[in-house]
């Protein structure tokens, strides 16, 4: 029987620096991938399905298996760190009761508890996740950031220097968190882990909302559109932000709205409500240069979020409609998902023994 692991403990193997352990990843392959969508909103409808590499035939896995199943309003992210699985549910509102944070067992979808991060007695509206030393950090629509114990599920919640947080990364022993305030924000929130006090404020452009860690010292910023009366008034832009200065040194007018970070990349997706196109593009983390992702004619509906394997490096695409192109590191198309819900939200990957 093949022993199955999750993703995030290869990352941590592939940096522990220590050759045995790398040695070993050459026998790990990836099994299968859990792919969480938010559905439409106000609906109710998000979903959470697995996929299953080893199956030849039906590798959508719905029917009585609980990794087929309802996940509510509006999921938004998802990680794996340790042996649990945790999802950012955001909800319909603050007063409504359905956001939280749902852990689930990887190993076969089973829900293991659901927590309703409440802060000032009101009920938070949790959207994206990071983990490190034994916590889960929640960023909360309302300026917020959160604190989840992996062993006993209990939480701490501390305010932010602004509004609508968002995108989370690590880097060092600092969190990096995007205040976007729906396009009025315009900070970057720094947080000490060991302390969990939010350290330092700092200026970005308008309406950040993605922020990627690419190992280098650099992290790239994603700042959303900027809407005017329905009018565009700026575009989304990509920005590098040198994580010791902490300071933009340069923006790489790239129009995308979505960021992943792999080995040799940082890739970006957007897509333009005028001309009804997708944007796929590629940055190279050691020179900047912007290039197309792939040359492959694929009909993306409305590209929305991407994902990258850590293991593989392939690269997963997800729409607005139903599906998730998934592609090789170097742009190659493999294949297409059919995922049976819109607005694919994340992707994350199980590995194992071969």
């Not at 949790?126 to 983990?131: K, T, V």
């Not at 729409?319 to 998902?337: I, S």
Request: glycine share 8%; proline share 3%; hydrophobic share 40%.
């Amino acid at each position: 029987m093949k022993r199955v692991f999750f993703s995030l403990a290869v990352v941590a193997l592939l940096t522990s620096g220590c050759n045995k352990d790398v040695d070993d990843l050459k026998s790990v392959v990836t099994v299968g991938l859990y792919v969480l969508s938010e559905g439409d909103w106000n609906v109710g409808n998000g979903q959470l399905v697995y996929f299953d590499y080893n199956s030849d035939t039906d590798r959508f896995v719905r029917n009585n298996d609980k990794r087929f199943q309802n996940f509510g309003e509006m999921p938004n992210d998802m990680v794996i760190y340790g042996s649990k699985m945790y999802a950012a549910i955001t909800g319909s509102g603050s007063d409504v009761g359905d956001g939280m944070v749902r852990v689930i067992n990887p190993s076969n979808g089973e829900i293991i508890t659901d927590i309703v991060i409440t802060k000032d007695a009101a009920e938070q509206m949790p959207r994206r996740l990071a983990a490190t030393g034994g916590k889960v950090y929640v960023t909360l629509y309302s300026g917020a950031l959160a604190q989840i114990d992996t062993a006993m599920f209990t939480y701490d919640v501390i305010s932010l220097n602004g509004t609508f947080s968002d995108g989370i990364c690590i880097y060092g022993q600092s969190l990096f968190i995007c205040n976007s305030g729906q396009g009025a924000g315009n900070t970057v929130s720094i947080v000490n882990i060991s302390t969990f006090t939010q350290t330092e404020t700092i200026t970005v452009p308008y309406n950040p909302v993605n922020i990627v860690n690419a190992g280098n010292g650099e992290l790239y910023l994603n700042t959303a559109t900027v809407w005017d009366n329905w009018e565009v008034a700026a575009p989304p832009n990509v920005h590098v932000l040198n994580a010791t200065s902490k300071t933009v040194t340069q923006t790489l007018n790239v129009a995308v709205e979505n960021l992943a970070v792999g080995k040799d990349y940082v890739y970006g997706v957007g897509f333009d409500w005028s001309s009804f196109e997708t944007t796929l593009k590629k940055i190279n983390i050691a020179d900047k240069t912007v290039s197309e992702f792939t040359e492959t004619p694929q009909d993306y509906s409305m590209g929305y979020k991407l994902s990258v394997n850590p293991l593989t490096n392939d690269v997963f695409l997800t729409d607005m409609g139903q599906n998730v192109y998934r592609f090789e590191e170097d742009g190659t198309y493999v294949e297409t998902l059919q995922i049976g819900q819109n607005n694919g939200a994340a992707v994350v990957f199980i590995d194992a023994n071969k």
